[in-house]
């Protein structure tokens, strides 16, 4: 059996992953969404082990430290991973595994699997960014503010992506996405 492609989707807070992903795991329902570890307590609404695995900081360190997890990074004050057990159990067993992670993580990843595909999403403006930012409602004018410093820290990096998404029309972004997984050329494991 081959080994399953590994994609990694990055982009600013505010890009639209999340929405991207959700519509790309409908279309494409062989692919596996990997859930990520953190530090950061819980948005309303999320679920422990279906949006993040919520991690105390002691919790995290002990999985940190004995290498279970892929990659790590610290985001706006928490800490974020990705469990390394799921994602090398998938892989093996032939399934295609998304990452959303951060460029930080993502560059940690590629670095140990090279056959992975980094795919960044943008928004079309920093002006559309950031009223995606406040139409969430979920975060002061600060954070608000935070997560746009970090965007034009992030955009930087946009170019040492495989590919680059811009998340203008959701439907026309998820079919860039679909045709980049369904590409039998893309992630190809070595």
Do not use: C
């Not at 989707?9 to 929405?19: C, D, E, L, R």
């Not at 610290?74 to 998938?90: F, K």
């Not at 140990?112 to 406040?134: C, D, K, N, Q």
């Amino acid at each position: 059996m081959p080994a399953g492609r590994l994609f990694i989707i990055s982009g600013p807070s505010g890009a639209g992953k999340g929405t991207l992903v959700k519509e790309l795991l409908a279309r494409v329902p062989r692919l596996w969404l990997s859930v990520s570890a953190t530090t950061r307590p819980a948005r309303p609404g999320e679920i422990d082990g279906k949006h993040y695995v919520f991690l105390s900081e002691e919790g995290f360190d002990r999985l940190q430290t004995n290498g279970g997890l892929l990659e790590w990074a610290e985001v706006h004050g928490s800490r974020y991973g990705t469990p390394r057990e799921p994602v090398e159990r998938a892989i093996a067993a032939g399934t295609d595994v998304i990452l959303e992670i951060d460029p930080q993580g993502a560059r940690q990843v590629k670095q140990a699997v090279p056959s992975s595909v980094l795919i960044f999403i943008t928004a079309p403006s920093m002006e559309e960014l950031r009223r995606r930012l406040e139409q969430r409602g979920s975060e002061t004018k600060e954070q608000v503010d935070r997560r746009l410093r970090t965007a034009i820290e992030e955009l930087r990096v946009a170019g040492n992506y495989d590919y680059v998404v811009e998340n203008d029309d959701i439907r026309r972004a998820t079919d860039e996405l679909v045709r980049i997984v369904e590409s039998p050329d893309e992630g190809a494991a070595s």
